[in-house]
Nanobody
Framework: QVQLEESGGGLVQPGESLRLSCSAS????????LAWFRQVPGQAREGIAV??????TYKLSVKDRFTIFRDDAGNTLFLQMNSLQPGDTAKYYC???????????????????WGQGTQVTVSS
């Protein structure tokens, strides 16, 4: 079972950028669905970006601001976040599961490996 660990969160002002990293204990290249979720206390976990065989899909609220990508070595997943807004404040989690076909989706119950999360706070 792959182990995941996020880093890169912090406190930023509106309009600024952050890059989150998710380090994996195993190769998470082709053959894995990789995703980023976020959660605000008292609310359900929200899927925001997924990488399916190298192709990204985004939740509408982050599309054109966030970019999900993986390093060439296949050990680290990233989330580049630009033009951050107060509404992006949340704890961010990376998630992975073996891709057994049928596509990769932003459904948290499908993912078997999770990191511990990293807090992102956007405030002036």
């Amino acid at each position: 079972q792959v182990q995941l660990e996020e880093s890169g969160g912090g406190l930023v002002q509106p309009g600024e950028s952050l890059r989150l990293s998710c380090s994996a204990s195993l190769y998470i290249g082709s053959g894995y669905c990789l995703a980023w979720f976020r959660q605000v206390p008292g609310q359900a976990r929200e899927g925001i970006a997924v990488l399916d065989n190298g192709y990204p899909t985004y939740k509408l609220s982050v599309k054109d601001r966030f970019t999900i990508f993986r390093d060439d070595a296949g050990n680290t997943l990233f989330l580049q976040m630009n033009s951050l807004q107060p509404g992006d404040t949340a704890k961010y989690y990376c998630a992975a599961r073996i891709d057994r076909g049928g596509g990769c989706f932003l459904l948290d119950h499908q993912y078997t490996a999770w990191g511990q999360g990293t807090q992102v706070t956007v405030s002036s």
